[in-house]
């Protein structure tokens, strides 16, 4: 059984720095693409970062030159390093991985059950 959980967030001041991590544990073939979304209140979610197998990354253009998405594949973590932190980025950020569970089966998308990230001062 395959688990995704978050953990990380907390209150940040405005200009502020956080970190957050997101480790898929359990057994598996492979991990895919993983990557961060969050959703505000009253807004839809949205793409944060995104980062595949080999390294590429991809952005959201609000969070690009403050945000940086890495992985260490050790230990199937994925991290979200996030500075100059604002207001607007307040949201319940969630991770999910792409995970095949053996070398034959199909890819599956894993979600985690988020974690609160508030900019206030």
């Known amino acids: 059984q395959v688990q995704v959980v978050e953990s990380g967030g907390g209150l940040v001041q405005p200009g502020g720095s956080r970190r957050l991590s997101c480790t898929a544990s359990?057994?598996?073939?492979?991990?895919?693409?993983m990557g961060w979304y969050r959703q505000a209140p009253g807004k839809e979610r949205e793409l944060v970062a995104a980062i595949t197998s080999i390294g590429s990354r991809t952005y959201a253009d609000s969070v690009k030159g403050r945000f940086t998405i890495s992985r260490d594949d050790a230990k199937n973590t994925v991290y979200l390093q996030m500075n100059s932190l604002q207001a607007e980025d307040t949201a319940i950020y969630s991770c999910n991985a792409n995970i095949r569970l053996s070398r034959r089966s199909n890819e599956w998308t894993y979600w985690g059950q988020g974690t609160q990230v508030t900019v206030s001062s």
């Open positions: 359990g057994s598996s073939y492979s991990i895919n693409t």
